[in-house]
């Protein structure tokens, strides 16, 4: 089969992004800002979309404080996600009002709200009890009656199907009317409404029903794969088609120096071309990095021979590590014991990727593997594993992509995309 990128001419894209996540995304809008034209290679959900709405800039294990850089901010904004430089206060459903870096835009940040009570609505959901909730969240926080289910089935709708009907401004400002004649009934002055996760799917709508309602209101975190994940994947699109990036609904298999060019083969055998490629499918949730030990490959009988516990399953030229060291083959054909390389927080799995320099660039075997494949996101070794800091390493790896080879806005030349010899 063959394809064409989409840029003028039939010509390969400068930028290939492989993953569609934070990073990826990070990365692609990035490179485009910057005045490439990007390709961008979306093999499917990953981690970025269980996100519960809260984004942090620091790792427990290191303790880093992460600050996003502004034109992070700005793509994060992009993405449906607020990023305020004090921080933001928001509140779980396990009871727990916590700190974040920043938060989906459908979120309350109670550190926002002018002082005084905040209402957390009573609704008959599924793991919502709201007397116990403003118990837990603290004496700012006090039960408060107003009806947000119209229909009976929306007391047992996933959050995600209920959030979605308020996408309709009419079921919105039924909502809102609700809240106001609530308000309008109550014996003590609210300055705030948290809510159920339920406000809008395809956007955000917490800015709009508290300008509909006149107090902030928002919602609570949710359980992964909820609203949120799924509001960041619809922001992204949306950004992606703004900023003119191409989108290829694939798996990368390998990535290969071709000459002046990198190419880019995938699972459905298409082979692209740039000047530049951006690695950034995830780690052990997106499916970028695998726990792959030498006992893995055979049932019953002894391993052939020991091999590394961790691979990237894109083929690459990159080098994998931990601890900013290379990861050493096991002396044991069994090799790593499972329960000693994820014990802690500062295992192997979770502090296993691809070594890279600051930039983002591969750290190459041989290192003098021609530059141009940056890494972002989780697949990077060592890398706090946070929303925000995955979003900067991508910006940074996009940004960095954008200037290989070229000088200002580029096409690049060479290699239309052909299809690939089987593997």
């Not at 974040?100 to 835009?105: M, N, S, T």
């Not at 401004?169 to 609210?190: F, K, N, V, Y």
């Not at 949730?285 to 019953?300: H, L, R």
């Not at 927080?345 to 141009?372: C, F, H, K, Q």
């Amino acid at each position: 089969m063959s394809h064409s990128s989409g840029s003028p001419a039939g010509r390969p894209p400068h930028v290939i992004v492989i993953g569609g996540g934070v990073a990826g995304s990070g990365a692609a809008l990035a490179a485009a800002a910057a005045g490439a034209t990007v390709l961008l290679i979306d093999g499917g959900s990953g981690a970025s979309t269980l996100s519960t709405g809260a984004v942090d800039a620091a790792s427990e294990r290191s303790g880093r404080v992460l600050p996003a850089p502004v034109a992070a901010r700005g793509i994060a904004k992009a993405l449906g996600t607020v990023v305020p430089e004090r921080g933001a206060r928001v509140l779980t459903s396990a009871g727990i009002a916590r700190w974040a870096g920043g938060h989906d835009a459908a979120l309350l940040d109670v550190s926002s709200v002018p002082a005084g009570r905040i209402g957390v609505v009573v609704a008959r959901r599924s793991g919502w009890d709201a007397s116990w909730l403003a118990r837990a969240w603290g004496e700012r926080f006090g039960a408060f009656q107003a009806n947000l289910l119209r229909h009976s089935d929306e007391e047992h709708l996933p959050d995600a199907e209920l959030a979605a009907r308020h996408d309709d401004p009419a079921r919105l400002a039924w909502l809102a009317d609700r809240i106001r004649t609530a308000l309008a009934q109550s014996h003590e002055a609210w300055s705030g409404i948290v809510v159920p996760p339920l406000l809008g799917l395809d956007r955000p709508q917490a800015a709009e029903l508290s300008r509909l309602v006149g107090v902030r209101c928002g919602e609570a975190i949710g359980l992964p794969g909820g609203p949120s994940g799924l509001r960041f994947e619809n922001a992204r699109d949306r950004a992606l088609i703004e900023q003119g990036v191409e989108r290829v609904r694939d798996r990368a298999q390998s990535v290969r120096r071709a000459g002046s060019q990198w190419q880019v083969v995938t699972e459905a055998g298409t082979t692209f071309a740039g000047t530049a490629v951006v690695l950034a499918a995830g780690g052990l949730i997106g499916g970028g990095i695998a726990y792959a030990p030498s006992e893995a490959t055979v049932a019953t009988a002894l391993p052939a021979a020991a091999r590394l516990p961790l691979r990237a399953t894109v083929d690459a030229p990159v080098t994998l590590g931990a601890y900013g060291r290379m990861l050493e083959v096991p002396g044991s054909l069994f090799g790593m014991e499972p329960e000693g390389i994820a014990s802690s927080m500062d295992g192997l799995l979770y502090r296993g990727g691809v070594l890279t320099a600051e930039s983002g660039a591969a750290i190459g075997n041989p290192p003098d593997e021609p530059r141009g494949l940056f890494v972002a996101g989780e697949m990077v070794a060592d890398a706090a594993r946070t929303w925000l800091e995955s979003l900067a390493s991508g910006v940074r790896a996009g940004q960095a992509a954008s200037r290989h080879g070229v000088t200002g806005p580029h096409r690049s030349e060479g290699l239309d995309s052909k299809p690939a010899s089987p593997p």
